[in-house]
């Protein structure tokens, strides 16, 4: 007569009790939060990434927009008035059309008044504007320098026969805070515009 003895199953129950060991937990731990610094660090990296290309386009888009508007109005024009270096009115179609560079809002503007009802408009056509600069210059090419006296301006609206742009704009990371540091520049665009010839203004060599 064979008698079997069944292979006690007790101590196969406690091992499958049993939890993680602490140097397995601090392993798993560890694993899972260099895992998920990279995640983050990737989501960060494509975020920012996705702001620098919007900011691109946005100043592009509107410095693009910008010179084909004053081109229309340089090319049509048949006066021009200096105001300051930053800042002039041309004469297109007997209507004062003036440019120029808001420094407090930072930002290179359009403004016209209507002439029946009086009614300025102004039309902020690049934001974000760092440094801004009008360049004239005479029939010959010769560069309008030193626009800082009545008489220096006075002359210059004689003699301008051509006008060129030249600015730099800059978009931060987060615009919401409202502060400007340089460190926080997240994209920059650097405009200098062709030489736009007042078609219609007649000047003398």
């Known amino acids: 007569m064979t008698i ?4 006690p199953i007790e101590p196969l129950l406690r091992r499958r009790k049993t939890g993680f060991t602490l140097v397995e937990v601090l392993i798993g731990a560890t694993m899972s939060a260099f895992i998920l610094a990279g995640v983050l660090s990737a989501f960060v990296f494509l975020a920012r990434s996705g702001v620098l290309i919007q900011h691109y386009n946005d ?21 021009i008035t200096w105001i300051d270096a930053n800042t002039l009115t041309l004469t297109v179609n007997t209507l004062p059309v003036r440019y120029g560079y808001d420094t407090a809002v930072k930002a290179f503007y359009r403004r016209v008044t209507d002439p029946v009802t009086s009614v300025t408009s ?25 626009l800082d006296t009545a008489a220096a301006l006075t002359t210059a609206n004689k003699s301008t026969k051509q006008l060129q742009i030249s600015l730099e704009a800059a978009r931060y990371m987060d615009r919401s805070l409202g502060v400007e540091r340089r460190s926080q520049i997240g994209a920059s665009n650097t405009v200098l515009s062709s030489r736009f010839i007042l078609r219609n203004k007649i000047v003398n060599a």
């Open 4 to 7: 079997t003895t069944p292979k």
């Open 59 to 79: 100043m592009e888009g509107q410095a693009r927009q910008a010179l084909e508007l004053f081109a229309e109005d340089v090319r049509q024009a048949s006066a």
């Open 122 to 146: 102004t039309r902020l056509l690049v934001t974000d504007v760092t440094t801004f600069q009008f360049k004239g210059y005479t029939i010959t090419g010769t560069a309008i320098t030193a």
